[in-house]
């Protein structure tokens, strides 16, 4: 009986280890599970993190590319100007030309 005691022991020891094996598998697999998850779940936020730091970045660069579209566009305004005189060039006081000087047309 002493045999039958042992073999039982045997396989509850066996038993218990697989079990136990089992049990560690399980754990190191649901471990894995969350550490993966976590790790998709970071991702996730990096990438929209980024996304809309780059609308942000896009945003500023339009805004400055207006501006100094606005800018292009006054001093293109003002360049149109430049050369043109303000008063006319031409004399307000006595033409010689006026009435023909006189002469009657002959020049």
Do not use: H
Not at 28 to 52: E, F, L
Not at 55 to 63: G, P, V
Not at 74 to 100: D, H, W
């Amino acid at each position: 009986n002493f045999a039958d005691t042992q073999a039982t022991v045997k396989d509850g020891d066996y038993a218990l280890a697989s079990q136990l094996a089992d049990c560690c598998c399980k754990t190191q697999r649901a471990v894995d599970s969350v550490n993966y998850n976590g790790a998709m779940n970071t991702a996730s936020i990096n990438a929209n993190t980024t996304a809309q730091t780059q609308k942000i970045l896009d945003a500023i660069s339009q805004n400055k590319i207006d501006s100094l579209q606005a800018q292009v566009s006054e001093l293109k305004t003002q360049n149109m100007f430049c050369g043109v005189p303000r008063i006319s060039p031409y004399g307000y006081g006595v033409t010689p030309t006026f009435a023909n000087c006189g002469c009657a047309a002959n020049f």
